[in-house]
């Protein structure tokens, strides 16, 4: 088999892949409501953490004991 094909029998066989693996996500997703409230939850964990790094990364002194550690 040319090397072009390797190539994209590669390609192809790593899109099935993932298009399989998101098929699988968004029916568990769908079926199981815990999975929906923990996602959710970590979406306001990450929006936390994200303000609080850009907070921190300023070049202002002691700038991150101005958040609260809640």
Same mark, same amino acid.
């Not at 390609?11 to 929906?36: G, H, K």
């Given at each position: 088999?040319?090397?072009?094909?390797?190539?994209?029998?590669? =390609?192809?066989?790593?899109?099935?892949?993932?298009?399989?693996?998101? +098929?699988? &996500?968004? =029916?568990?997703?769908?079926? +199981?409501?815990? =999975?929906?409230?923990?996602?959710?939850?970590?979406?306001?964990?990450?929006? &936390?953490?994200?303000?609080?790094?850009?907070? +921190?990364?300023?070049?202002?002194?002691?700038? +991150? &004991?101005?958040?609260? &550690?809640?």
């Amino acid at each position: 088999m040319p090397h072009r094909f390797q190539l994209f029998e590669k =390609i192809a066989f790593s899109l099935v892949c993932w298009s399989a693996a998101a +098929c699988s &996500t968004f =029916i568990a997703y769908e079926r +199981c409501p815990d =999975i929906q409230v923990v996602l959710h939850a970590g979406e306001e964990v990450l929006r &936390t953490s994200g303000e609080y790094s850009f907070v +921190c990364a300023s070049p202002v002194a002691d700038s +991150c &004991t101005q958040l609260a &550690t809640n």
